[in-house]
């Protein structure tokens, strides 16, 4: 399994043969070094409705005729822009062809606003636990620290795990720190930061401090094996 990170909070998984793209902002995230038009998508996962991660999602996925897996209320939007999708919800579980993928909770917002102006309710955000080839990727999505994320841990082996560090919208690099300490995770990435001036954060600074030497800081483009 290959696992790549395109800046913000862009992950791309190839496993299986398939290339699965987690909350694909790529138009206008300055850290992404590639354009919208050549991802090539099989699936995309959706953490929450902002508009940050959506992101080119519809484009991608029409050209790809890639599904999109997102929770209930943001894959029913998104079906009425003639998208596929499969709708989950908080705790549920699937079992795909290309892995299993299990949505947790994340505490934060989601809605999607439209070019006129229009904010939609795309329900609840999450976190996923993606699994396949016997290996696990959390990618937690927006969201404060939370006790859970100890049961997270405990009830999951996960080896590489993506903790947003950007503070003001989402956990800081503190928060992060505990929460990488309750999940346990092999390796642990920073994401969500450095993207706009309010979140700016040291990744280099966040991983020195975790324990075990478990922390790995990605420049856009660069990739961990599992």
């Not at 909350?23 to 940050?52: M, S, Y």
């Not at 999450?126 to 990618?139: C, P, Q, R």
């Not at 950007?166 to 800081?172: A, P």
């Not at 991983?207 to 990739?223: D, I, R, T, Y």
Request: proline share 4%.
């Amino acid at each position: 399994m290959k696992v790549t990170y395109y800046g913000h909070s862009v992950v791309a998984i190839e496993t299986n043969g398939k290339s699965i793209w987690i909350d694909p902002f790529i138009t206008g995230n300055d850290q992404c070094h590639i354009t919208a038009d050549e991802v090539k998508a099989d699936v995309i996962l959706l953490t929450h409705g902002h508009n940050d991660h959506v992101g080119d999602t519809v484009d991608i996925a029409k050209r790809n005729n890639a599904l999109v897996v997102a929770p209930f209320e943001l894959a029913n939007y998104l079906g009425t822009k003639d998208v596929e999708t499969h709708p989950m919800h908080i705790g549920g579980a699937y079992q795909f062809d290309f892995g299993k993928v299990k949505l947790t909770q994340a505490f934060h917002g989601s809605s999607y606003a439209e070019e006129d102006g229009t904010v939609i309710y795309t329900g609840m955000p999450a976190g996923i636990l993606f699994t396949a080839e016997d290996k696990t990727v959390y990618h937690a999505g927006d969201t404060a620290l939370f006790s859970d994320m100890k049961l997270i841990g405990d009830q999951n082996y996960i080896n590489l795990a993506f903790l947003p560090i950007g503070d003001n919208f989402t956990m800081g690099p503190e928060d992060a720190s505990i929460a990488a300490s309750w999940l346990k995770a092999n390796y642990v990435v920073p994401v969500h930061y450095n993207t706009f001036p309010v979140i700016e954060q040291d990744p280099e600074a966040f991983v020195n401090e975790l324990e075990g030497k478990k922390g790995q800081v990605l420049k856009s483009g660069e990739s961990i094996e599992l």
